[in-house]
């Protein structure tokens, strides 16, 4: 189970780190453009969720992450901690460890640091949470699939 706290921590860290830095860094300038027109890093304080949705309700979001993250924690204790549930288990960590560092965001400043801005398709401005989030979830969908195909009928 250690090993699950210090990955949870480190997803934590990481994510926090880098918005430190786009606070410090990106915040007076806005932006700065590592490829031109396709991929900026982009200083924007999100006050929703994904794509901005629930924008300024900031309380329901909180209490929503916090039960969302309490429920992960229970799976991820109840688990066996087995080679057969490591990448599950793994996967449930990047989901608890992202969806925490916005949550910190949010208590913190009221808000969501978001820099990842990838201009040639238009996609929302992200975070290192997010992509912790996101990359786990799939992990679980892809497990869930697998586990699925492999059920006997």
């Avoid at 490591?86 to 009221?110: P, Q, W």
Wanted: glycine share 6%.
């Amino acid at each position: 189970m250690l090993m699950y706290i210090l990955l949870i921590g480190l997803c934590l860290t990481a994510d926090q780190i880098t918005k430190v830095l786009a606070v410090r860094f990106l915040a007076p300038i806005t932006t700065v453009p590592i490829i031109p027109r396709v991929f900026h890093l982009t200083y924007i304080e999100n006050t929703g969720a994904a794509f901005s949705i629930f924008a300024g309700k900031s309380v329901f979001l909180i209490l929503f992450t916090s039960v969302l993250i309490a429920f992960l924690i229970w799976l991820l204790y109840r688990l066996p901690k087995t080679k057969a549930y490591l990448s599950l288990n793994t996967a449930f960590c990047l989901v608890i460890g992202g969806a925490l560092g916005n949550l910190v965001d949010r208590i913190h400043y009221g808000y969501v640091v978001d820099f990842f801005d990838f201009r040639l398709i238009g996609f929302a401005i992200f975070n290192v949470a997010d992509c912790f989030v996101v990359i786990g979830c799939i992990f679980i969908i892809v497990k869930v699939i697998q586990n699925s195909l492999n059920a006997p009928d």
